[in-house]
């Protein structure tokens, strides 16, 4: 098919890449030239595993394209809004102006037939009012939502391999134009789930809800088991077992971060306060307000480490992107985790295998390395903060031979904490005694 993708961010550059890689004809489009230029020379913008090798193959075989003209997308018959809905200045509300200036832009363009697919994750309500304005101005076209569930690190196979399809339509015709766009995936056997707009809006942002809910729940329990003396590594290993809890996103530490959850949870509660319903989505602020606790208390564990003050100690801080396999650096624990100590007197030291280059540009206060060995050598502390697989591997007996002072504080819960303490180190974790 003869596909668009307006917002060629991190959604839209994936998700253009991956869809000439099943074959369509596609063109990316976005208002920022230097995006375009790299992404049009088969060089990603930002680090995501695979993509780099997908954009280089749909580039070359002429199935890719990019511009920065909106008009030159005339032709498709399937037009993709990915555009970034982020908080807003003044509030927990999304930002809707960049999904409303894509489809001022596109509209103009739109062939007879043609179908728009909403990917932006937006407040219930948006694509029904969508609807409403397009009937008035191409009624010769149609909207349909179709919310992405990416993972950063693994939007590549996502996209390509998604675990369910979720179309919020107006019509059957809609439903049958995705069918033939996502076909590999529907003969795959991948879930397909027609609805109406405002449940296609509401199923992205519920499982957020539900994700960031449970990571909080397990990091409250964290709180709890170390008041009590209590492991909640074990806890959560205990009923991870319930086939009904399950033990994914049982993991206590820092938190989450990221361009999503956090501001989608809030976004959500936003809307909720909007349609009179704030008391239903009242929880989702104790979840935020517990995801951002987890960092002090990391600030904490470093601080009594150091015997009650951080000032002129030098500290290694593995990590500073929100996840590993991701140089993704919005709203992140982990630099947020070092910014702290910094403000403390701390001497920081940083590090991370992709991150570096944008936490620098919003963080430049700090001392960033490439190197582990470097950022560990003389440490009187080290505090890990995003679980890279390197620094999960870490040899503690080698480590100890680079440092100052044999402290650790693993934010993550991810070391082997009995194999720290054998080779002479303070290891303290998170709701772990």
């Excluded at 606790?293 to 951080?310: I, M, N």
């Excluded at 591997?393 to 650790?408: F, N, W």
Aim: hydrophobic share 45%.
């Amino acid at each position: 098919m003869r596909i668009s993708v307006i917002g060629c961010g991190y959604l839209g550059a994936v998700h253009a890449s991956a869809m000439a890689e099943l074959g369509h004809h596609v063109i990316g489009v976005d208002v920022d030239p230097s995006k375009i230029a790299a992404l049009a020379a088969g060089r990603p913008p930002f680090f995501e595993p695979g993509l780099a090798e997908i954009l280089a193959s749909a580039t070359a075989s002429g199935r890719l394209r990019f511009s920065t003209d909106v008009a030159d997308a005339a032709d498709a018959e399937v037009h993709f809004l990915a555009v970034g809905t982020p908080q807003a200045a003044d509030s927990n509300a999304a930002d809707l102006r960049y999904v409303d200036a894509a489809f001022d832009a596109l509209v103009p363009h739109l062939a007879e037939g043609a179908l728009i697919v909403g990917k932006s994750t937006v407040p219930v309500g948006t694509a029904g009012r969508l609807a409403e304005r397009l009937a008035e101005l191409a009624p010769h076209a149609a909207l349909a939502w179709n919310p992405e569930f990416l993972r950063e690190g693994f939007a590549v196979r996502d996209t390509l391999e998604p675990d369910r399809l979720v179309y919020g339509v107006g019509d059957d015709h809609a439903a049958s134009v995705l069918d033939q766009v996502y076909r590999a995936a529907i003969e795959a056997g991948t879930p397909r789930i027609v609805t109406d707009y405002a449940t296609a809006e509401l199923v992205k942002v519920a499982a957020n809800a539900f994700l960031a809910t449970k990571i909080s729940f397990i990091n409250a329990m964290s709180e709890i088991a170390d008041a009590s003396g209590a492991d909640v590594t074990a806890l959560a290993d205990a009923i991870g077992h319930d086939a009904r809890i399950g033990r994914r996103f049982l993991n206590a530490g820092v938190g989450f971060g990221g361009g999503c959850l956090p501001k989608d949870i809030r976004a959500f509660t936003a809307r909720a306060e909007e349609l009179g319903r704030g008391e239903a989505l009242a929880f989702l602020r104790e979840v935020d307000a517990i995801n951002l606790r987890q960092r002090q208390r990391a600030v904490d564990l470093a601080v009594a480490a150091l015997g009650g003050s951080v000032h002129r100690k030098r500290i290694a801080v593995l990590g500073v992107t929100f996840k590993p396999e991701s140089d993704d650096v919005r709203d992140s624990p982990a630099l947020d985790v070092a910014v702290q100590l910094k403000g403390l007197g701390a001497e920081v030291v940083a590090t991370d295998p992709e991150g570096i280059d944008n936490a620098r540009a919003r963080h430049p206060q700090l001392d960033y390395v490439t190197s582990t060995r470097e950022a560990l050598r003389g440490a009187d502390l080290v505090v890990l903060v995003t679980e890279w697989r390197e620094y999960r591997a870490l040899d503690p007996v080698e480590t100890a031979r680079l440092v100052a002072g044999r402290r650790i504080i693993d934010g993550r819960n991810v070391l082997d904490a009995a194999a720290w303490r054998a080779a002479g180190w303070e290891y303290r974790g998170i709701g772990r005694p």
